[in-house]
């Protein structure tokens, strides 16, 4: 944005937004006319053109704020767009890191209510400030229990949910049940559904008619300022089984315990760990791909599932070792996270951050080691598992970046496929982003997309549309509803 008149403009709005929410909550250069510094992160992503840091304290101020940069015309003006991120922990994908630039940050970590809380009915209203480790220790000792990631328990709630992230229950959009959102003309309103309204007290997320719940997931038309999280209930018994196999039988391995979670079997994501995930994770080595799979029962029930299951296991001759219910080693990282958190509890996953990134949540961007994500959609299938991680291997060779995958079976049909990319940010950055663009296009030409994107690939999904007109549709949309242009375009959109 060089032109003298639209950083004026910018000023000019700056000043009101400071007024608003109070000076100590603008960031800008002393100079009208420099950027913010580039700010670092971990996945050594190119920082883009950061004109000020705005961090309103309430849903009102965030009317304000956007408000005041739709009224002077958003980027018809020449303005930079509004760049919404909650507690900015989307490592992996980018952190803070826009789309593209220039942009105004607005950071909602102020935000931190939790404004209701209702165990009995299952849900929770969240604003963006909220991590999960907050959430998941107000559910302690309840009967009921929030769907946890293992990333970090320092992470926003919200932030992961709106971007369609997987917990070990489900995936997150499951636990949607209704938003609250600033329109680029600062109206606030509310999609999906929500206590104490005409909605009724049994929840209905998709309401009467079209829904436009999902119009503000993966999304930049809005900002979110809180969300209404269905609860699930805590399971009376559970047990966590753990198997390790080898490379020659994980197209087998893989069948069987798609077998298992097509019947019912076992429950929630059923997660495998290659060496490479589990070494940096930090998890018991030595076993080439580790199964956890999580068998939910009444107190009466659960020996006689898991031990049927544990049997069937032994008489496939396919694992070296059978674990159930069975407290994880002292060092095995991996197995304690994955089975606190099949039961809501993030007690352990500072541990796991710190052995992927070498450092603690706050200090992950400015010195953690380096880290890229990639997540396609695969079928269940023991082929595609196996064809997939030997594109991995094509990527290895290549660029002489050893990623590593961990498969989160979502259902019985469908594979959320994590890969991530460690890296040395000093010596192989390059090589890092060389591995990722790989993965994309490997992958792309197998037929297998991703669900999320990075800050460096976005309009990906644009570029891959799988049908024109729904792609000239969802713009068409975009241009309805922020006409002014005043956020920001995003990686999805």
């Not at 009102?60 to 900015?88: K, M, Y």
């Not at 598992?385 to 990623?403: C, F, K, S, Y």
């Not at 296009?441 to 007109?469: I, K, N, Q, T, V």
Request: aromatic fraction near 6%; charged fraction near 20%.
């Amino acid at each position: 944005m060089p032109e003298t008149a639209s950083r004026t403009a910018l000023e000019a709005v700056l000043d009101t937004v400071a007024a608003a929410i109070g000076p100590d909550h603008v960031v800008r250069s002393a100079d009208p006319a420099a950027l913010l510094p580039a700010e670092a992160n971990v996945s050594a992503f190119a920082a883009r053109a950061l004109n000020a840091v705005l961090r309103p304290g309430s849903a009102e101020e965030v009317r304000s704020v956007v408000r005041a940069f739709d009224e002077q015309g958003g980027a018809r003006a020449g303005l930079p767009g509004l760049h919404a991120v909650s507690t900015g922990r989307n490592w992996g994908l980018g952190s803070k890191e826009p789309a593209v630039g220039p942009v105004v940050r607005l950071e909602l970590d102020r935000l931190d209510a939790v404004r209701d809380l209702d165990v009995e009915a299952g849900y929770a209203v969240v604003e963006p400030g909220v991590t999960q480790a907050v959430l998941a220790a107000r559910l302690a000792g309840t009967a009921r229990m929030l769907n946890v990631t293992a990333s970090s328990g320092h992470t926003s709630l919200l932030g992961n949910l709106v971007d369609r992230g997987v917990g070990l229950r489900r995936q997150r959009t499951e636990d949607l049940l209704g938003l609250e959102a600033v329109l680029p003309d600062g109206r606030l309103v509310r999609t999906g559904w929500w206590p104490g309204t005409s909605a009724g007290r049994a929840v209905n997320p998709y309401g009467l008619g079209p829904s436009t719940l999902h119009l503000f997931t993966q999304s930049p038309l809005a900002v979110i300022t809180a969300a209404v999280v269905r609860l699930l209930p805590r399971p009376e018994a559970q047990r966590v089984v753990r198997l390790s196999f080898g490379r020659e039988e994980l197209p087998a391995a893989v069948d069987l315990i798609r077998r298992w979670r097509a019947g019912n079997v076992v429950s929630g994501v059923v997660k495998i760990y290659d060496t490479a995930s589990t070494a940096t994770y930090g998890g018991e080595g030595g076993h080439g791909y580790l199964a956890h799979v999580c068998v939910d029962a009444t107190a009466g029930t659960l020996d006689a599932l898991a031990g049927a299951l544990v049997e069937e296991a032994r008489a496939a001759g396919l694992f070296g070792r059978i674990a159930a219910g069975e407290e994880p080693a002292a060092d095995d990282t991996v197995s304690k996270v994955v089975q606190a958190a099949y039961s809501g509890s993030v007690e352990f996953n500072e541990d796991m951050l710190a052995s992927a990134t070498g450092t603690r949540a706050d200090l992950v961007d400015a010195e953690g080691k380096g880290w890229i994500f990639f997540l396609p959609l695969i079928p269940f299938t023991g082929a595609d598992t196996a064809r997939a991680l030997a594109l991995l291997d094509t990527v290895h060779e290549e660029t002489g970046i050893r990623p590593g995958a961990t498969v989160n079976a979502l259902d019985a049909d469908v594979i959320d496929l994590v890969v991530s990319f460690p890296f040395d940010r000093a010596t192989q950055a390059e090589a890092a982003h060389r591995a990722l663009d790989r993965a994309y296009a490997l992958f792309a030409a197998a037929g297998w997309a991703p669900y999320r994107l990075d800050s460096a690939h976005g309009g990906w999904g644009r570029e891959h549309a799988p049908d024109a007109e729904n792609a000239a549709l969802v713009l068409d949309v975009a241009r309805l509803v922020d006409p002014n242009g005043t956020f920001a375009p995003g990686r999805y959109l």
